[in-house]
């Protein structure tokens, strides 16, 4: 169903590598809406993945541009403004790695050239893209910058090892910047702190089918999938949600809430 809730607006849509992406389910969503986009992901990622597909689905161009690399983001934005014909009013940062996590590495005992390489990737970028597009004065007034984070920010989780400590700072980031992108330039920016969701990056988490499973339980609504991170995405670009800024917002069925639910306490008490 469409609302055409982001018709004329104009955005960038980092993170889409494969059709589960979270990125790549906000694209079609977007695109329903009729909002306009350029779709950017790291050059690596793009030799193995379908954002061609995407793209052409889509309507959009495809902008190559490492995260980490300021010099492709300048790039990116000055580019994304000539194809979309003016500034931007969306942004939405999808991305995320660990390579501790990737190869097993535990949290006591980080490699830390890893560690830190999976701080520029996950968390820095996100205050790059932000400081690119505020001194290139990219966006327009009442526009709207959203990062996808997880709960893993605010409470332990052994297994997502150092990706917790980036989440947290990807949302410090969002409140820092987000005071000065709102007071200079009436841009709000958000991370939505989305339920655990099987992707790439997801699924590379230790014990992945455990907590995808335990979180459903625990949810009075369910886990929320991917497709519903990206409704929720298009209510925070579009124009219904102008003065929500600042904030770690939770897609998460209701999981952070919950202590314990009846579903859980059943496997320990055996009354299914
Ligand atoms: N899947 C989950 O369980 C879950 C839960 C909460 C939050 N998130 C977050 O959602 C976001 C999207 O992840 P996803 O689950 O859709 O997985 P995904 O693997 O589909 O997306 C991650 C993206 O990050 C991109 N990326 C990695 N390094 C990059 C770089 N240097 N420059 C530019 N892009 C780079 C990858 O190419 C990929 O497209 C991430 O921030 C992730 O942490 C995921």
Redesign the pocket.
Known sequence: MSYNLLKGKKGII?????S????WKTAERVHEEGGQFVLT??PV?MRMGQINELAEKTGSQIIP????SVEDLQNLVEKSMEILGGKIDFVLH????SINVRKGKHYTDQNYEWTQKGTD??AM?FHKVMQTLYKADAMNEWGSIVA???MAAQRVFPDYND?ADNKAYLESIARSFGYFFGRDKKVRVNTIS????P????SGVKGFDGFIAYADKMSPLGNAT?LDCANYTVSLFSDLTKRVTLQNLYNDGGFSNMGVSDAVMATFTGEE
């Open positions: 980092f993170g889409a590598l494969d589960n992406s979270i990125a992901n790291a990622a541009a490492d995260a980490t999808s991305i995320g790695m990737v996950s970028s996808l984070s997880y990706m989305q339920s655990p969701t992707t790439t990056a997801g991917a």
